[in-house]
Each structure stands twice: as C-alpha cells, then as structure tokens.
C-alpha cells in the first residue's frame, strides 16, 4: 500500500507541476495583485486546459501525499517525493524548453541526493 | 530596440520579484506541511475511504494546514508565470532543509551525520541553481 501510494504521489506530482508551469507561461506574467486582478487572473486560469490538467493532478497529488504521511512517517514521505526533481527537470528542458544548463541539472541531482540522505 | 538600461531594470525587477515570491513559497509550504502533519498524526490512521479524507479537513490543524497550502500553491502560481520551473523547483528546496531543522529546534529531533551531510548537499544544489538567471524562456510563447 506504501509503494503504490508513493508511485500515484511522484507521477501525479510530475504531471501536476510541468502542466502547472506550462498553463502559466501561457497565461503571461502576473502583474497585478490586488483582489479584482487577482480574482480575473483565477477566472482566466480557470478555463486554462494545462491549469484544469495540473489541478486534477495536483488532487490526486495531495490526497496521496495525505495518505502516505498516515501510514508512513513524514521523513519517508517528504523524501521520497523528491523523486520528482529528476522527471521534472527532464520536462523543463525538453518540453517546456527551458535553457538548463549544468548547474540546474548539477543542483536538481545533488538537491535529489541529499533529500535521500536527510530522510534516513 | 529596448534600451540596455531597459533590459538590465527589468530584469531587476523580475529578480526581486522572484526572491519576494519565492520565499513566500518556502515559508507556506514548511508550514503548512508542518501543521498538515500535525493534525493526520493526532487523527491517526483513519483508512482509505473518500469521506474520512474529507472530514479530516474539518480538524483545525488540517485545516490551517490546507489554508496554507493553498496560499503556497496560489503564490507558485503566479512564480511560476514568470520564472522557469527548473530554477523554481530547486530553489525551493531550501524547504527541505527548513522542514529537518524545524524538528531539531522546535521539535528536539535528533539531526544525525547523514542529516547534516543531506543538509550541506541540498544547500549546495540550491546555491548552484540559485546563480542561475531565473527567466531563460522570455519573448517565447508556448502553444
């Protein structure tokens, strides 16, 4: 029941957050933060189709992180979701063209490895 | 052509923006992960069914939890309409390192050899991202 809740966590967790950032790279910056604007921004992310795909992710992301932490302690569950940084860098240079250069990939894997490492 | 001065104010802008943002984003995730924490643990293990899940939301310290995490997840939002995911995921990592010394200080968790070598690699990973230009897809519009 663990593995299967950890499996669900990384891979909703990794479509949640590539989808995220590319609905809002499509959406444009926000500029504006007082409460008219920022209410119009979440209607316009509303009907965004990469912001619906995150968020249905993100659900499944959150329920099995709740999950995970009821049945298993916090310093397994935190970790291991930092499985994560791998597929999703990937994501970012590849599907959402970002220039990563060494030092975002040298960083995402000693960030990866060291999460392991405060989890045991 | 936008001038030089242009280009250098706005991404100083952009900069500070980012910094403001995104530790607003570390601070509401520790947080909120901390309280969420808190409260499934004095629920206890309240198995799998769909309805258990949802009353636990209704336990204050779920609850604060949940508040949290969505000010946490409206914040990365708006980070993320901006600054690049690869740049924003590590950097926020420095959660991690908050999260395990939260527990020794707050909590009297022990933090062990491994713990701390965790800690210097993490912090290192985010240094290194952190020297990075936080914007690399400006001017492109993703279908």
Known sequence: MKWIAVMILIASTTLGDVARARGMKNHGEVREFHPGAISSALWALARNRWVILSTCSMAISFFSFVRLVSIAPLSFAVPVSAATFIPETILARFFLRERVDWRRWAGAGLIAAGVVLISR | ?143
């Open chain 2, 1 to 143: 052509m936008p001038e030089i001065s242009d280009i250098n104010q706005e991404s100083a802008r952009l900069r500070a923006k980012t910094r403001l943002f995104t530790g607003i984003v570390i601070v509401s995730n520790v947080s909120g992960n901390s309280a969420l924490t808190h409260g499934m643990k004095l629920l206890g293990d309240i198995g799998n069914s769909p309805l258990a899940l949802i009353g636990a939301l209704f336990h204050p310290w779920v609850a604060l939890g949940v508040a949290l995490l969505i000010l946490w997840t409206l914040t990365m939002m708006a980070l993320l309409s901006w600054a690049d995911l690869s740049y924003v995921l590590p950097v926020t990592a420095i959660g991690y390192v908050l999260t395990a010394l939260s527990g020794k200080y707050l909590l009297g968790e022990t933090v062990s050899a491994e713990h701390w070598a965790g800690i210097v690699l993490i912090t290192s990973g985010v240094i290194l991202v952190g020297l990075t230009t936080p914007v690399t897809t400006a001017g492109q519009v993703p279908q």
